[in-house]
């Protein structure tokens, strides 16, 4: 079936430490792993993604890493800021006959503390 | 520019009103969604359309009815809705490569039923 379970819910973090979300997806067909940061009020937006074929992938202080086999794929966070403060959805894209769907996780409220 | 405008950014209506959300993308994405999300939950699929044909419905019920007048727009028309569809309603749009396709977020349009 369609799942995605992300731990923890919640990650209160001291600024400058890392902070890392974990998910586990169940459709083996899932092929692509995006990771949004929610604001309040506002809409999700893209910070990473990852592709079946990639293992690791790094953006400045966001690192996303996937491993097929155990189908996990992490978040991790360097040198957190107050303003990383927000919700983060990771979420599994799975192929359609037409278009893609994603599932999202449950998300994790990160809260960084100055 | 990776930008998804919805309009109204609030709408508040009655259970016997007939009210539409519309959204716009000019990156010439052929993919558009439209998705609920509940306060504190992850958001959900409810339609996909790709090169303006309807190709995801998630049995969502018929008092929301989608359209896409053309690859740029993309409305959701609501009809006698109840208090339980209040939520925040997001677009998101893709290239409409089907596999592995980044979804860009519009910032939403909070919807209260009373």
């Known amino acids: 079936g369609e799942n995605v379970e992300q731990h923890p819910s919640t990650l209160s973090v001291q600024e400058g430490d890392s902070a890392v979300i974990k998910c586990t997806y169940s459709?083996?067909?899932?092929?692509?792993f995006p990771w949004y940061k929610q604001e309040l009020g506002k809409g999700p937006q893209l910070i990473i993604d990852i592709r079946s074929n990639v293992g690791e992938k790094k953006d400045q202080r966001i690192a996303v890493t996937l491993n097929k086999t155990a189908k996990h794929f992490s978040l991790h966070i360097t040198e957190t800021q107050p303003e990383d403060s927000a919700v983060y959805f990771c979420a599994a894209s799975i192929p359609m006959e037409y278009g893609n769907k994603l599932v999202f996780g449950a998300g994790t409220i990160l809260r960084v503390k100055s | 520019d990776t930008e998804v405008t919805q309009t109204p950014k609030h709408l508040v209506m009655g259970m016997t009103n007939k009210k539409s959300l519309k959204c716009e993308q000019h990156m010439g994405h052929r993919a558009m969604y439209w998705y609920k999300q509940k306060a504190k939950k992850p958001p959900e699929l409810m339609f996909v359309y790709s090169y303006e044909k309807l190709s995801i419905n998630e049995s969502v019920p018929s008092r929301f009815s989608p359209e896409c007048p053309n690859s740029s727009l993309l409305n959701l028309h609501l009809h006698a809705l109840q208090p339980e569809d209040s939520a925040l309603y997001l677009c998101?749009?893709?290239?409409?490569?089907?596999?592995?396709?980044?979804?860009?977020f519009g910032p939403g349009t909070r919807l209260t039923v009373l």
């Open positions: 459709d083996s067909a899932s092929n692509y």
């Open positions: 998101a749009s893709s290239l409409g490569q089907g596999r592995g396709d980044t979804q860009y």
